[in-house]
């Protein structure tokens, strides 16, 4: 089929489906058609630019355009356009690609059903036995339910706890959450420095890996990118060449974390576990228990230092600047002096405010050290843990984790979450009688990786004989996670394991 063909397809599906993935969908007709035509000739050439040239790839809307506005799910910024492109978006045009629409998500990212936006939750494509609605997962979910629906040909996303692979596992797309500090972060609005990556999703992780390697550059404008020194001398002894003897003729050892057998892992995530074992170790790689005791606190780290973080980076909307402003005047007719309050009070939904007054909470002089201290030192025994294990070295680490008796392996295999998608109603409004604890809880298995920095992907596969004949209760994400700079390693077994019917 052309490219063009091929994209009018997908903005049919964007506008003839309602699961609410878009916040700005492509217009029908636009530049962009002219764009898709010349790739097409290009193809026809036999010179296209790049593996996805004329390609639609939807952006998730905390990912700046110069050209469509750049939302964050949020009445704060329901107004604004960004003056200029993430680095990502000019990667990707570089490439051929056209930007196919900007997805809904929780508020600035802060959601795990991407039931948190100012434009309305996003509706998983798929449906539970009985027909019910479900969740999409967030707070990508506006791009993994894109994806699933064919409303284009891949997305990006952001991924700081979870985002990125919850998502995908819900949907039942692939979603991978690079190394942090592999990919640009230029434009692209911060909930928590120290967590925040870029993230791909895709039907196949060959599509994901495809658009990581256009984006896996140095940028000069994001302090925390990977310098090119450091990806060529250090990660590259890693990754590619060593590859594809790990893949053939070595079996790889494959760690299982202990800790992630929870007895909420509801009956069809734990056979999808299992029979994913199973089928590896068929392919003659060997199946290793293996013990990250810091897992345990690790939710609780996490919900304490991303707060934090999000609110210092949220003081800046003050209605002063940029973004919405809220005048409203006070008992003595002066018009401005409750002009933050009014902008903040009314610009931020509900889930945004409690994680800023738990942010400055932890942040202040008396919580400091009961709270963001401890959480910190959480975060090392996390990445402590997972150095103990990887039979690779940390390759940035000053000094070497060792413990003694520890399993040496490649790469884990678990669970992205403890269970399918809930239903919509039950995790949307007061009514659901759901607490916001309950969404956090989703995050439980991705939040380990996003505190050590480590790259890990979610891929599909499928349980046939499960109990009822649900399509979305047969499907679970299963999660690859690898030593820091293995993003090639991880993505080869996510690969081996997607689409698996067992
Ligand atoms: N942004 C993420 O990675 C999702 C996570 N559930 C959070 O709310 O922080």
Redesign the pocket.
Known sequence: MSLLREAEKYIANQHAHGFNTFITPLPRAGQWLDRVKQADKRREQGAPKSPIDGCLISIKDNICTRDLPTTCGSGILSKFTSPFNATVIEQLENAGAVVAGKTNL?EF????HSTNSRFGPVKNSRRDGSGHDLSAG??SGGSAVAVAAGQCYAALG??????VR?PAAYTGTVGFKPSYGLVSRWGVVA?ANSLDTVGILGNKTSIVQDIFRILNQHDERDPTSLSTFTRSRILSQLQAPQLASRLTSTPLRIGVPIEYNISELTPSVRRAWLLSLAYLQEQGHTIHPVSLPATKHALSAYYVL?PAEASSNLSKYDGVRYGTRVEGPDSDGQPDSYLYANTRGSGFGGEVKRRILLGTFSLSADAMDNYFIQAQRVRRLVQQDFNAVFAAEHPLAAVQDTRLGAEQIDILVCPTAPSSPPRLFDVTGPSSGSSPLD??V??VFTVPA?LAGLPAISVPVTTSQSSHNSSAGDVAGIQVVGQYGDDELVMKVGELLEGKRF
């Open positions: 929780d990212g802060m959601g795990s967030g707070s952001t991924d700081t706890g979870g985002s919850l909930y991303a969404a956090y989703n995050d996003s």
